[in-house]
Structure formats: structure tokens, C-alpha cells
């Protein structure tokens, strides 16, 4: 092959590999926007109306410590009176994952959250879970459609949390189709 058409492959290839590269890019934002940007923002403002616009309305909640499956509105109904209660102060959340799986209007996301709040002698505390999420697009926005969350008897910790990747890191955690 002559150097000339060696470098027009080389770019082309290259062309291509950034514009996959940048489709991936912008499907993480996306994923990671829609769901963990505006659920963080609700539990740190306490705005109801976000929280509820990231659930599909035909949202199945399980709760595997409380051994309880709920719908949608019975488990938004918890939030709007907790959050409605002037007492109630912002929890801050943040999420890792260690898995996604993705289709074209599917994404399957397993990790880790860590809670924060402040106890009665002001000291900041944290909580951890583990999470099963299962998002579906709806209206060009991800929402959720499933939620399991567990602490694992207890198991879920600061050490889990650290093992989990950052939302940003999502060549460790995505699972490409093959």
C-alpha cells in the first residue's frame, strides 16, 4: 500500500474511531444526567417533582431489606409525605457502579450508593447500599422502571462503595455487546 493511501486509511479509521468513541461518551452523559444527576439533585433540594419525573409510571420498587414490592405511587407516596414534613433535612447521594448493560432503549445498572446526613449531635454520618436498576427511554429521557436496592445485611460499606467505578469511568463498567 503506497504511504498515501496508508494515511488516508490510518485517518479514516481514526475518524471513525473518535465518532464511536464520542457516541459512547455522549450515551454515559445521557444515562448518567437523566438518572444520577437529577436523583442526587432531588435528595439534596428535596424536590419532589424531580424525583418523581425519573420514575416511569410504570415503576416496580423492591426493597430487598424490607422484603416488600411496591408500584410507583405507593413508593412515591413515602417521599412526598417524608419530604413534605418541614423537619426533614437534605440527604446527599451519590452512586458507583460495577456494571451496565445497555440496549437501545434498556439500561441495566448495578452499584453502589452512599447517603449522607447529619445525626442529632451534628456529626456527618453516611449509609450504603447495593443497587439493581433497571432504566427504560421514555420521552428521549432515561427513567426508572425497576429498583432493588439492599444494605446485604449490613454488608454494603465504605470499602464497597470505594471499589464501585465513578459514574465518569464507564469503560470499567460497561459491559459491550459482543
Do not use: C
Not at 32 to 58: P, R, T, V
Not at 69 to 95: E, H, M, Q
Not at 160 to 172: G, I, M, R, V, W
Amino acid at each position: 500500500m503506497s504511504r498515501i493511501k496508508y494515511i488516508a486509511v490510518s485517518f479514516v479509521f481514526l475518524l471513525l474511531s473518535w465518532d464511536s468513541y464520542s457516541q459512547e461518551e455522549q450515551l454515559h452523559q445521557k444515562i448518567n444526567q437523566d438518572m444520577y444527576g437529577k436523583f442526587s439533585e432531588a435528595f439534596q433540594k428535596l424536590d419532589f417533582s424531580l424525583f418523581e419525573s425519573i420514575h416511569s409510571k410504570e415503576m416496580i420498587r423492591i426493597s430487598g431489606n424490607g422484603g416488600e414490592i411496591k408500584n410507583v405511587k405507593a413508593y412515591l407516596k413515602g417521599y412526598k409525605k417524608r419530604w413534605g414534613d418541614p423537619k426533614t433535612k437534605p440527604s446527599p447521594i451519590s452512586f458507583r457502579l460495577f456494571e451496565r448493560i445497555t440496549s437501545d432503549s434498556l439500561v441495566s445498572d448495578r452499584g453502589i450508593y452512599r447517603g449522607t446526613y447529619k445525626n442529632d449531635k451534628d456529626e456527618t454520618k453516611h449509609f450504603y447500599g447495593q443497587f439493581h436498576l433497571l432504566l427504560q427511554l421514555e420521552n428521549d429521557f432515561w427513567k426508572i422502571l425497576i429498583d432493588y436496592d439492599s444494605d446485604e445485611n449490613n454488608t454494603i460499606n465504605q470499602a464497597s462503595y470505594e471499589n464501585a467505578f465513578a459514574l465518569t469511568d464507564y469503560k470499567k463498567y460497561w459491559k459491550r455487546k459482543q
